[in-house]
């Protein structure tokens, strides 16, 4: 029988044995020693050789394997599951801009990939290093409007900062290193890798190399010090100098160097939203808030200073308002990483291309001690008058009805500033903006640039985790929380002792705003129902508690604010109010208004 006498013995038999048994042998060490593994290990190897300790997914058809291969690594990488695609996205940006770290993301093709979308271009616009990773259909599917397919490329093309489609596993490592490498340097944000089914699922020979330089994209960091110069000339001569910081000085930690540089030269120092918490808002030279619903003085003054340093901001239209009338007696200078943010929106006298941090240390030897009392007072008769007229009635209010101001005002002062505060968007940002006195820095964190509702409950929940030590409170209106309730799921599969405050005033308040000042008070479609938060966090074993007098808020902020497990806070504030000053839309900054 042939298959008994199989394989037959001795001679060239015994040789052909060998050759075999040599195959295995060898084969083995090839798997050994070339590090043989699936592009879905290789996925999960990458993140953990650059460090990454979290990923917020959900999981789906196209992304299995990847998921799978996480299965083998829970001890080295944690994966927080979101209840819907934009709370992994949004998690992912509050978690980079609490830590300074890249934030990643999991997705599957089609509608979890889409999901994605509006948290990409939040995290575009706001400068926020994120890496999104997005199962697809196999390549030989590709282009065939496959089950779950769509184009991922294609979509997020014009809001990311890079993005690459993996057909083939070998590319895994070097693409995920250049991702990040990406994401995390010049000016920061979003790239997408999309990997198609068959590259999880092949072979591939893995090692890994950080990568630390590219050829076609070289951010440049040092500033042309014969500018550095020019600009410390303008702001030695200047009488009126005004600092605007942005985002910018946050993202490059350069608090200290501005810090030195403005107390040297007695320069007074306006912030823009995403600026905020860069130093003690308490700090004599800090003038509060530009833009729209910011402080009266810098808006009003941004229109009287002889020279402005603008630092890592991109004079955004909620901050110039009409440009046209905007800063025109001010010498300009702007230093900004991003060449594209230079001469864009307004014109530079000097325009830096330079990392923050570098151009101040740059700057600050050559800056005059100066002490410019004249032109600080101008700011402080403003500072009186917003606080007579504004200030004081928001966080004092006579009626019986709580204010959103109040109620940032009593946590601002049982937090002493330190708690890392997430708003929403809408007039609560505002008020919070306004009225949270941040003493720490990089503690405000909010969707600025695009202004995403439903950015909070997830942006903090990413927060808390990158940094578990601190204090992290979400600040959210009864629209906004609708937006990404689903999360509160997440907050407690992981334990997450997360505090949330809603903000209830039963309107798309920032809207009706809107409606009341400038459409003949026309409330089209922004009056809101909700369900009862507190009633619908129980069900989610939350603690909750409702708010609805003046006299509880005390006691209930103080036992929120000491308990250690996840608290949801429903504050019933007064309907229909507004927030100011405002500067109406296509009016000047310094027709802002007080009422
Ligand atoms: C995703 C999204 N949809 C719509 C808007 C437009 N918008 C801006 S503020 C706002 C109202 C927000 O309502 P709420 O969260 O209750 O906050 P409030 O203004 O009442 O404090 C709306 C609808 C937006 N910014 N984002
Ligand atoms: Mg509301």
């Given at each position: 029988m042939i298959r008994n006498n199989y394989p037959p013995q001795g001679g060239f038999f015994s040789f052909w044995r060998y050759l075999k048994k040599m195959f295995h042998v060898t084969s083995f060490y090839l798997l050994i020693f070339t590090h043989m593994i699936t592009g879905s290990h290789a996925v999960i190897k990458s993140l953990i050789e650059e460090g990454i300790k979290v990923i917020f997914g959900y999981p789906g058809g196209q992304i299995i394997p990847i998921y799978d291969a996480l299965y083998d690594y829970k001890e080295e990488i944690n994966h927080v599951l979101v209840r819907h695609e934009q709370g992994a996205v949004h998690a992912a940006e509050g978690y980079a801009r609490a830590t300074g770290r890249v934030g990643v993301c999991f997705a599957t093709s089609g509608p979890g990939a889409t999901n994605l979308v509006t948290g990409i271009a939040d995290a575009m616009i706001d400068s926020v290093p994120v890496l999104c990773i997005t199962g697809q259909v196999g390549s030989n599917l590709l282009g065939s409007d496959a089950f779950q397919e769509v184009d991922m490329i294609g979509i997020t093309t014009p809001i990311t900062k890079w993005n690459y489609q993996i057909t083939d596993a070998a590319e895994i490592p070097q693409i995920i290193a250049k991702a990040i490498y990406i994401a995390r340097t010049g000016r920061p944000g979003p790239v997408v890798i999309d990997i198609a089914r068959n590259a999880q699922i092949s072979n591939l020979d893995f090692s890994y190399k950080k990568c630390s330089f590219i050829e076609s994209y070289q951010p440049n960091y040092s500033p042309n010090l014969r500018q550095i110069k020019s600009a410390a000339e303008l702001i030695n001569k200047a009488k009126r100098p005004l600092v605007l910081s942005g985002h910018g000085v946050i993202i490059s930690q350069a608090q200290n160097e501005l810090l030195t540089l403005i107390e040297k030269a007695s320069l007074p120092t306006a912030f823009t939203l995403l600026g905020l918490s860069t130093f003690p808002s308490r700090h004599p030279l800090n003038m509060g808030m530009l833009g729209m619903h910011g402080n009266y003085g810098p808006n009003i003054l941004t229109n009287k200073a002889d020279v402005i340093l603008a630092i890592g901001m991109r004079f955004d239209d909620r901050v110039t308002g009409r440009l046209a009338n905007y800063a025109k007696q001010a010498r300009i200078i702007h230093i900004d990483i991003d060449p594209a943010e230079l001469n864009k929106n307004v014109r530079a006298d000097i325009p830096l291309v330079a990392d923050a941090k570098i151009a101040l240390k740059a700057l600050?030897?050559?800056?005059?001690?100066?002490?410019?009392?004249?032109?600080?007072?101008?700011?402080?008769?403003?500072?009186?008058?917003?606080?007579?007229?504004?200030?004081?009635?928001?966080?004092?209010?006579?009626?019986?009805?709580?204010?959103?101001?109040?109620?940032?005002?009593?946590?601002?002062?049982?937090?002493?500033?330190?708690?890392?505060?997430?708003?929403?968007?809408?007039?609560?940002?505002?008020?919070?903006?306004?009225?949270?006195?941040?003493?720490?820095?990089?503690?405000?964190?909010?969707?600025?640039?695009?202004?995403?509702?439903?950015?909070?409950?997830?942006?903090?929940?990413?927060?808390?985790?990158?940094?578990?030590?601190?204090?992290?409170?979400?600040?959210?209106?009864?629209?906004?929380?609708?937006?990404?309730?689903?999360?509160?799921?997440?907050?407690?599969?992981?334990?997450?002792?997360?505090?949330?405050?809603?903000?209830?005033?039963?309107?798309?308040?920032?809207?009706?705003?809107?409606?009341?000042?400038?459409?003949?008070?026309?409330?089209?479609?922004?009056?809101?129902?909700?369900?009862?938060?507190?009633?619908?966090?129980?069900?989610?074993?939350?603690?909750?508690?409702?708010?609805?007098?003046?006299?509880?808020?005390?006691?209930?902020?103080?036992?929120?604010?000491?308990?250690?497990?996840?608290?949801?806070?429903?504050?019933?504030?007064?309907?229909?109010?507004?927030?100011?000053?405002?500067?109406?839309?296509?009016?000047?900054?310094?027709?802002?208004?007080?009422?």
């Open positions: 600050i030897p050559l800056i005059e001690k100066k002490s410019r009392s004249n032109w600080l007072t101008e700011f402080n008769k403003y500072q009186k008058i917003e606080k007579e007229r504004v200030i004081h009635k928001e966080i004092h209010p006579k009626g019986n009805y709580i204010t959103m101001a109040e109620v940032i005002n009593l946590l601002s002062e049982k937090t002493s500033g330190k708690a890392v505060i997430v708003a929403d968007v809408g007039q609560h940002q505002m008020i919070t903006a306004r009225y949270y006195q941040s003493e720490k820095t990089n503690n405000f964190i909010t969707s600025g640039g695009l202004g995403t509702m439903g950015y909070a409950l997830p942006a903090a929940i990413g927060a808390q985790i990158g940094t578990p030590k601190n204090q992290v409170i979400a600040i959210i209106g009864d629209g906004s929380f609708q937006m990404n309730i689903q999360e509160l799921a997440t907050i407690i599969q992981e334990k997450i002792p997360l505090k949330i405050i809603i903000l209830k005033n039963n309107y798309l308040g920032m809207v009706r705003q809107w409606q009341e000042l400038f459409y003949k008070k026309r409330y089209s479609f922004t009056d809101l129902y909700s369900p009862d938060f507190v009633a619908l966090a129980k069900s989610y074993t939350l603690k909750a508690k409702k708010i609805i007098k003046r006299s509880q808020l005390n006691s209930c902020l103080s036992d929120f604010l000491k308990s250690k497990r996840p608290y949801l806070l429903e504050i019933n504030v007064k309907n229909k109010h507004n927030v100011f000053p405002m500067i109406p839309l296509g009016a000047s900054v310094d027709e802002i208004r007080l009422e």
